[in-house]
């Protein structure tokens, strides 16, 4: 994803910092050695309206300094080289440290916006004399900041989403267990959210799991889904209409009213749909069907 | 390609090997459907674990091949349907309604061994 990324950025570049003002490169150069001149400043400036802002509250103000620099120096290079892959490295390398410990998106956002409004403003106070030529500082300067605020952003925001999507495999590995309980019946409990994907999912691993376990009866416990969408539901009535394919019944148990209203509203056949209240009363059906007869070893003393 | 058809016991199998074309499905149907006489059996197996896929022929010329053998006198079972197949076919509304349908070859003999027996108790 990454490498595709790069040429467009480039192309952006190369557009964005070549505008057609011929001393536009000279100004840029007067421009670094200026925030080059006034680091120390600049960028204690920032690191103070970072703070103001409550902004990357997790972390300490040591830590909000260290970053800063190197943010700042990134920032004066990418303006100063035009490119934007060692800031891109960074910003991912900053995210991949700090998304762990809980900064936002709109912090990340709000810190880069910042120190574009904090050199912005130096700018200003330097060349407030002459309203031409700050007027070209920012022609060279104000596409250049945009393009890094929204690299930098965007390097976030991917990070992220790596997280997350490592995060919803993890889940869903551990989300569709198929388990046997005897001899040829398998139970198959389903907790949460059902979305197409995890739906999909779940036929296969049953499928599957018919095959490997020889299974002639499952029990697929619903308990634990509080609703589910026409699609979804479709999707289980085919589930359970292939699982009869591979010669398994499946016995359904625990449907909410919701799930119940939804079935009924897509018109499921129910000659095709085996269900019972509850994961006890299913196991029960299940244990009938397989001709087993579960009886207690001593009288109940209850009873 | 023909589909051999074996004896075993009071059964008939037949074992699909490969990709049928239409014609072999039908051929395949009509030899069964005449050899159940022939051979007095009580029931057959068709076993299309090689298959992996069964069109809407194919599943029309399964349906009416079990309700013939029912109407000569015999059961059938299909076996080995693939969990892939499986799926597309009830996507497709192919559910093989009312013909029994059973993992592999050994629970097909199984599930005709105890239709057997219960008809000959009843």
Known sequence: MITQQKDPLLQQKDAL????????????????THLRKSRTQLR?????????????TAMTRDEIFAEATSVYDSYVE?????????????????SERIIPRGVETHEVVGIVLLLRDVLARSLFAKYRTDFTVLNRVLDAYEPAANRIAITVAVGFVQERERVIREQQEAIRELSTPVLQ????????????L????????????LLRGIRMNRAKVVVIDITGVAAMDATVANHLVLTVESARLLGATVIVTGLSPEIAQTLV?????????????????????AERLLGYKVYPTRENPAA | MEVPVLKQGPYLIATVQAALTDADLLALRDALVSRIG??????????????????????????DLAHMIRLRGAQTVIVGIQPEVAFAMAQFGLTLEGITTTLDLEEGLAYLDESIKIKRVG
């Open chain 1, 17 to 32: 910092l070549s505008p057609p003002v011929e001393s536009t490169a000279a100004l840029l150069t007067e421009l670094i």
């Open chain 1, 44 to 56: 204690e400036e920032w690191v103070q309206r970072i703070t103001e802002a409550e902004l990357l």
């Open chain 1, 78 to 94: 990418a303006l100063e080289t035009g490119t934007l892959e060692a800031l891109q490295a960074y910003a991912r390398n900053l």
């Open chain 1, 181 to 192: 309980v005897r001899e040829r019946l398998l139970i198959l409990p389903i907790i949460g």
């Open chain 1, 194 to 205: 059902i979305d197409p994907h995890r739906a999909r999912q779940l036929t296969e691993q």
């Open chain 1, 265 to 285: 509203n897509i018109g499921v056949d129910l000659g095709k749909m085996n269900t019972v209240g509850d994961l006890q009363g299913g196991i029960e059906e």
């Open chain 2, 38 to 63: 022939q051979s007095r059996s009580r029931g057959v197996i068709v076993d299309v674990t090689a298959l992996d896929v069964l069109d809407s022929f194919a599943t029309r010329t399964l349906r």
